[in-house]
């Protein structure tokens, strides 16, 4: 089959690239990435060695290079990832997450409808669901859990849930939708908590931890997250919606307490910091429904995963590195 992955040069994305290469070396895998600043095309350097694979730049919400990639490619598949993810840069621009994450999935929509797509697959987030109370850890959200906002970028994930199941009742379009908790491994952007904790950490800088430190998060190691999306695309009926959590929650503190006594680093290190604008408490997936429709289940401990995600950190310095110089960026504008 013929794939097409958006966003996929980013850090989710990334692993799903490399996910479906190692699992389905019979598919032809087309990574279309508009390289914000999010996206790396160094991540990409092995699986541009693959004979099956094929980068392409361009911008989902840029509807003729979106249409001609469809009628070049003519994909079997479409997985979106492509999505301005950071709460914190859509609540000082929102705009752009409207661009990208609303219009963007709309272009892509249209496009499976003209060229007879077999399945459009939607990755959004628990983000979509608000928030859970701290002294309540027997609540979690499932799949008919009302959505109710707390960021613009939130919103405009949930947003554009709401045009993907739109598509399907309207035109009949076959979609899937998947919302997951947060992930954590190898690519991720050194602005996200794990990473921006492991580098500070590793060099001895401030640890900045939000307010209190205690809002709690479900962490699920994005090779499981891969796999769940997977077994969605290709087993799911069509229209269905499932939530993808690792049972792992822990509050931000013990997150960064993990990290430093991996490290063998002092707890002085760290920071408290003024809370972000409406920052939500806890967020937490009930993710049976997966579980029993299509035998999907989580494989990763969070004490495995982390110290795996800090082993792949220190052996890759020269990765981000990069990222933090900006010198990926000249980098893809000289090869994408």
Request: a negative charge; glycine letters at 8%; hydrophobic letters at 35%.
């Amino acid at each position: 089959m013929n794939v097409i992955v958006t966003g996929g040069a980013g850090f989710i994305g990334a692993n799903f690239v490399y996910y479906e290469l190692r699992t389905h070396p019979e598919d032809r895998i087309v990574c279309y990435d508009a390289l914000t600043y999010a996206g790396n095309l160094a991540t990409l350097d092995e699986a541009r060695k693959a004979p099956n694979f094929l980068f392409v730049h361009g911008d989902i919400a840029d509807r003729p290079a979106v249409y001609e990639l469809f009628e070049r490619e003519k994909p079997d598949i479409v997985v979106n990832f492509a999505a301005e993810s950071h709460v914190d840069r859509s609540i000082e621009n929102p705009e752009i997450f409207l661009q990208t994450n609303i219009v963007g999935t709309s272009i892509l929509l249209d496009a499976c409808r003209k060229y007879g797509v077999e399945r459009y697959h939607q990755v959004s987030t628990d983000e979509v669901y608000g928030d859970l109370p701290l002294d309540r850890p027997d609540l979690f959200f499932t799949e008919e859990t009302p959505l109710h906002t707390s960021s613009p970028y939130s919103s405009s994930k949930a947003g554009a849930d709401l045009l993907v199941q739109a598509y399907a009742r309207t035109y009949g379009l076959p979609v899937s939708i998947s919302r997951c908790s947060n992930n954590y491994g190898p690519y991720q952007f050194p602005e996200k908590l794990i990473p921006l904790m492991i580098l500070r950490a590793m060099k001895d800088e401030p640890l900045p931890v939000y307010g209190d430190g205690l809002n709690v998060r479900d962490w699920l190691h994005v090779d499981d997250h891969c796999a769940a999306i997977d077994s969605i695309v290709r087993k799911a009926a069509a229209g269905t919606v499932y939530n993808v959590g690792g049972h792992n929650e822990r509050s931000n503190i013990e997150v960064v307490r993990t990290i430093l006594g991996a490290l063998g680093k002092n707890e002085e290190l760290i920071s408290y910091v003024e809370d972000r604008k409406g920052h939500d408490r806890r967020y937490a997936i009930d993710p049976a429904k997966i579980g029993r429709d299509l035998g999907w289940q989580p494989e990763t401990a969070f004490e495995d995963g982390i110290r795996r995600t800090i082993r792949w950190y220190e052996e890759h310095e020269a990765w981000w590195a990069d990222i933090l110089s900006g010198a990926y960026r000249r980098r893809n504008e000289a090869r994408g």
